[in-house]
C-alpha cells in the first residue's frame, strides 16, 4: 500500500489503494462466513466454478446477465461433465454463495463491488420431494440387518444415524471428546461441534447406542487406536456404506443418509415426541422447517378418508 500522511484527503487515500485480487476477496468473504467447514468448502468450490466461467474477467466487472447465462446453462446441462440438466436443488447450490458473496462485497460498509450483479437474479423453484423420504419400522430393521451382515462397524454407522438424526457431515466429524455424562451421571450426550451454519447443539444418546459404541472402540484395531474420530471415514464413504446397504436391502427405495435423518424425525413425532424436540435435535432454525415432519406424522395417524370410513362402517 502506498504510504498516506495524516493530511492526505479522504477521496484521495482511497484512489490511491490499491484494489484487492479476486483471490484476496474470495478468502476474506469465507472468513467472514459463520458456517460449517464443509459449508465453507462447497462455497469456494462453486465461486470457483464460476470463476472458470468467466475466464479472465474479474468478480467486479461480472454483470446479471451473466450470471442469468450461467444458470440457465447449469439447468439445461451446460457445463455438466456428461452434459445433462442439473436438478434444480443442485443448481441452487451453485448460484446461493455468488449470492452471498455479492451481497457481502456491495454492502456500503464493505463496498467491494460497486453493484449486486445477483440482485434480480431468480433462484430456481425447488420441489418439496422429502414428503415421503423415510423408512418404516420394518424398512429400519431390514437396513440394520444387511448393515450388520456388512460389518459391525457398518451397523454402528446406520444405528447412530437412526438414532440420532444427525447429518452426514455432522456424523462423520464426531470425536470421542465430544461425548460427556450430564451432570446427574445417569446419561450420556453427544456435542455436535460443527453443525450447519456453523452452530453446536447437544443430542442424547441412547444408552444401549452408547454401550455399542464402547464395545466398537475396545474392539477396534491397534492402529487406530490413536484415531480421535469416532468414524475415519470421509463423508462419501459413509454415503456409500449406506448406498450399499440400500441396493441390497432391495425396498424399492434407492435411499441416502439423509433419508435416515428424515426417519428419525418421523419415527419420534409419531411416537410422542414434540414438536420442539424434534426442533432442536435436528438443529433446525426454525420450526417451520421441523413442521414439515408433523404434516407427514398427522397423515399416517389418520386420514380424511379414514373418518368418512368410520362414519359410514355400519354400512360396509
Known amino acids: 500500500m502506498n504510504q498516506v500522511s495524516a493530511f492526505t484527503p479522504v477521496s484521495q487515500y482511497e484512489q490511491q489503494q490499491e484494489p484487492y485480487t479476486d483471490d484476496q476477496i474470495i478468502d476474506m468473504f469465507l472468513a467472514t462466513c459463520s458456517r460449517s467447514k464443509y459449508t465453507i468448502r462447497n462455497y469456494k468450490q462453486a465461486i470457483e466454478r464460476f470463476r472458470q466461467f468467466i475466464s479472465r474477467k474479474s468478480l467486479a466487472e461480472v454483470t446479471w446477465q451473466e450470471i442469468e447465462v450461467y444458470k440457465i446453462g447449469l439447468m439445461r446441462g451446460y457445463y455438466s461433465q456428461n452434459k445433462k440438466p442439473l436438478a434444480s ?33 431468480r433462484m430456481p423453484t425447488i420441489p418439496v420431494n422429502s414428503k415421503n423420504h423415510y423408512l418404516t419400522k420394518q424398512e429400519v430393521g431390514s437396513l440394520l440387518n444387511q448393515l450388520k451382515k456388512q460389518s459391525d462397524r457398518d451397523y454402528l454407522i446406520g444405528l447412530t444415524f437412526v438414532l440420532t438424526g444427525l447429518r452426514l457431515s455432522e456424523l462423520s466429524s464426531i470425536e470421542w471428546n465430544h461425548f460427556s455424562k450430564d451432570a446427574m451421571e445417569a446419561s450420556m450426550w453427544l456435542t455436535v461441534m460443527d453443525g450447519k ?5 447437544t443430542i442424547k444418546v441412547p444408552q444401549p447406542l452408547w454401550e455399542l459404541l464402547l464395545q466398537h472402540l475396545k474392539s477396534d ?3 487406530n487406536k490413536d ?5 475415519p471415514l470421509s463423508g462419501r464413504q459413509i454415503e456409500r456404506i449406506i448406498q450399499q446397504a440400500s441396493r441390497q436391502c432391495d425396498l424399492g427405495k434407492s ?62
Open 227 to 231: 484415531e480421535q474420530r469416532l468414524f
Open 89 to 121: 436443488a443442485t443448481v441452487a447450490s451453485f448460484i446461493a454463495p455468488l449470492r452471498s458473496l455479492y451481497k457481502w462485497g456491495s454492502d456500503p460498509n464493505i463496498a467491494l463491488f460497486k453493484m449486486n450483479p445477483t440482485s434480480c437474479v
Open 255 to 316: 435411499f441416502t443418509p439423509h433419508w435416515l435423518r428424515h426417519t428419525n424425525a418421523t419415527l419420534a413425532l409419531l411416537y410422542g415426541a414434540s414438536l420442539q424436540q424434534v426442533q432442536e435435535n435436528l438443529g433446525h432454525s426454525h420450526i417451520n422447517t421441523t413442521q414439515r415432519y408433523l404434516h407427514t406424522v398427522e397423515q399416517l395417524k389418520k386420514a380424511a378418508p379414514d373418518f368418512v370410513h368410520e362414519s359410514l362402517n355400519e354400512y360396509l
Open 221 to 223: 484395531k491397534p492402529d
Open 197 to 201: 451454519g456453523g452452530k453446536q447443539r
